[in-house]
């Protein structure tokens, strides 16, 4: 079992920058493959990123170049860096895992509450 808790969101500019963390705890952090999902008001949720427990990522076309995400071991965290924003990135962003043992078709089944952020000027 594991609980994770998003932070860093808020309101930005086009073009600016945010980084999103989420903190893990109830479990083994480093038996849990990570990923960052969105929902924006009237699409359907999107997968951004994926760390898996090799530390390999891989990325939305939407996001890739102007995203990165990472985890910290010692900390029991993963950050989303993001930059470039525009507005189309605005979205509920939740943090999401699953055991490292899952397939890699298999769902994630553990959330985060999800943390808004708004790109506008």
């Known amino acids: 079992q594991v609980q994770l808790v998003e932070s860093g969101g808020g309101l930005v500019q086009p073009g600016g920058s945010l980084r999103l963390s989420c903190a893990a705890s109830?479990?083994?952090?480093?038996?849990?493959?990570m990923a960052w999902y969105r929902q924006a008001p009237g699409k359907q949720r999107e997968l951004v990123a994926v760390?898996?427990?090799?530390?390999?990522?891989n990325y939305a076309d939407s996001v890739k170049g102007r995203f990165t995400i990472s985890r910290d071991y010692a900390k029991n965290t993963v950050a989303l860096e993001m930059n470039k924003l525009k507005p189309e990135d605005t979205a509920v962003y939740y943090c999401?895992?699953?055991?490292?043992?899952?397939?890699?078709?298999?769902?994630?089944?553990?959330w985060g509450q999800g943390t808004q952020v708004t790109v506008s000027s």
């Open positions: 999401a895992a699953k055991a490292a043992v899952s397939g890699p078709s298999d769902p994630y089944n553990y």
């Open positions: 109830g479990s083994i952090f480093s038996r849990y493959a």
């Open positions: 760390i898996t427990i090799g530390s390999s990522t």
